[in-house]
């Protein structure tokens, strides 16, 4: 058989793959092929993790102050909500922990750092709202992060899509909960 040597590519020779690891352990995960700009990466991800930050603060403020009839049942969604945002909070730290960078928790400048806003309260209707085009904005901005990291980064992007779907499935329900109190919906 007659192969051509770029018929096994992928297939790397087991030797070579343990020196180069043995070479650069101070990189940790970060090996020599990532194909994309490590501090344009910790820096896109930094707004990330300021962004699910936000979200976290402003749904729990949510879901604390939240008043009116149904305010129970939407104090839960607001709740599960800050939970979703907590878990991808982490996941977008311990990525950028891997990538040898330090995940940014300062709370100095948080809101210039994020994609979103952290809402001004309000009625119930006005924090459903806010907490829709919170979610319309990030389900955009991973959208181009995803494009972005593409093949550059698949772990980062398969992170990322993973926090898009949670996104989108918190706007369908921040649409859901604005037609059941509204009747109708806030945007076409």
Same mark, same amino acid.
């Given at each position: 058989?007659?192969?051509?040597?770029?018929?096994?590519? %992928?297939?790397?020779?087991?030797?070579?793959?343990?020196?180069?690891? +043995? +070479?650069?352990?101070?990189?940790?995960?970060? =090996?020599?092929?990532?194909? &994309?700009?490590? +501090?344009? &990466?910790?820096?896109?991800?930094?707004? $990330?993790?300021?962004?699910?930050?936000?979200? $976290?603060?402003? #749904?729990?403020?949510? &879901?604390?102050?939240? !008043?009116?009839?149904? &305010?129970?049942?939407?104090?839960?969604? %607001?709740?599960?909500?800050?939970?979703?945002?907590?878990? *991808?909070?982490?996941?977008? !730290?311990?990525?950028?922990?891997?990538?040898?960078?330090?995940?940014? %928790?300062?709370? @100095?400048?948080?809101?210039?750092?994020?994609?979103?806003? #952290?809402?001004?309260?309000?009625?119930?209707?006005?924090? $459903?709202?806010?907490?829709?085009?919170?979610?319309?904005?990030?389900?955009? *901005?991973?959208?181009?992060?995803?494009?972005? %990291? !593409?093949? +550059?980064?698949?772990? =980062?992007?398969?992170?990322?899509? *993973?926090?898009?779907?949670? @996104?989108?499935?918190?706007? =369908?329900?921040?649409?859901?909960?604005?037609?059941?109190?509204?009747?109708?919906?806030?945007?076409?």
């Amino acid at each position: 058989m007659n192969e051509k040597p770029s018929d096994n590519y %992928f297939l790397r020779d087991v030797e070579v793959l343990r020196a180069q690891a +043995k +070479k650069s352990l101070d990189d940790g995960a970060v =090996t020599a092929d990532y194909g &994309s700009d490590i +501090k344009k &990466s910790i820096d896109l991800l930094q707004s $990330v993790l300021a962004t699910e930050i936000v979200c $976290v603060l402003r #749904y729990t403020m949510n &879901s604390i102050s939240v !008043a009116g009839l149904s &305010s129970k049942s939407v104090a839960e969604e %607001f709740q599960e909500h800050a939970n979703d945002e907590r878990e *991808h909070m982490i996941m977008v !730290a311990e990525r950028i922990d891997q990538l040898g960078g330090e995940p940014n %928790f300062n709370p @100095e400048g948080l809101a210039s750092r994020s994609a979103t806003e #952290y809402g001004d309260g309000g009625t119930l209707i006005d924090m $459903v709202k806010q907490n829709l085009v919170a979610e319309r904005i990030a389900v955009e *901005h991973y959208r181009d992060l995803i494009g972005y %990291f !593409a093949d +550059k980064d698949p772990t =980062t992007r398969l992170m990322l899509e *993973h926090i898009l779907k949670d @996104e989108e499935e918190h706007a =369908t329900d921040m649409h859901d909960l604005l037609v059941s109190h509204e009747g109708k919906p806030f945007l076409d």
